[in-house]
């Protein structure tokens, strides 16, 4: 499964937030939480607590997790944005849109943005944040309970790198 790096995602979240807030919204709480489409299309505006965190009840047997809505001040990474519009939305879907749609969505802002389209789908969010994070921790249970994963095997798929060419430099770079 692909990934988006850091300046992918900025890109990706440019057009977003150029074209559409909602969409933009959408894109950067998949992102952040790491959730599948059908765990964000589900979320509510309950689901935003009073204290800033997103409770998200996770599909596939996976644990309900409770995070920090991120606040940050590059307006295209801060979440900041959903307490609004859960104080709005309150008991009602935050995101009315089809999975097609959110498809969609990924695929032209993301052409737009110059991201190559094998890497265009929604659980490119969930592999992201992925990676972000094992870059930052190296630590798979850490990257487990966030992503409400039961089983370590489960994370570990999300963590896999495609581009074999980074081990190449890796030995290289080996020194014995």
């Avoid at 992918?8 to 559409?20: H, P, Q, S």
């Avoid at 850490?142 to 994370?155: P, V």
């Avoid at 798929?157 to 080996?174: M, Q, R, S």
Wanted: proline residues 3%; aromatic residues 8%; hydrophobic residues 40%.
């Amino acid at each position: 499964m692909h990934y988006l790096d850091r300046a992918e995602l900025r890109r990706l979240f440019e057009v977003a937030y150029r074209r559409n807030p909602r969409y933009h919204r959408l894109l950067v709480t998949m992102f952040w939480h790491g959730c599948r489409v059908s765990e964000v299309l589900e979320l509510r505006g309950t689901d935003v607590t009073a204290d800033g965190c997103l409770i998200v009840k996770r599909m596939k047997g996976s644990l309900t997790t409770v995070q920090p809505l991120r606040a940050d001040d590059d307006p295209l990474f801060d979440e900041r944005p959903l307490i609004e519009m859960a104080r709005e939305y309150k008991g009602r879907r935050l995101f009315e849109v089809t999975r097609r749609r959110i498809d969609q969505v990924i695929k032209e802002y993301g052409a737009e943005a110059g991201i190559p389209a094998h890497k265009l789908h929604a659980h490119a969010m969930k592999h992201s944040i992925a990676m972000a994070l094992w870059g930052k921790t190296q630590d798979l249970g850490q990257i487990q309970r966030y992503l409400g994963h039961k089983a370590a095997s489960s994370t570990l798929a999300y963590l896999y790198e495609h581009d074999v060419t980074k081990a190449f430099g890796a030995v290289a770079g080996i020194q014995i």
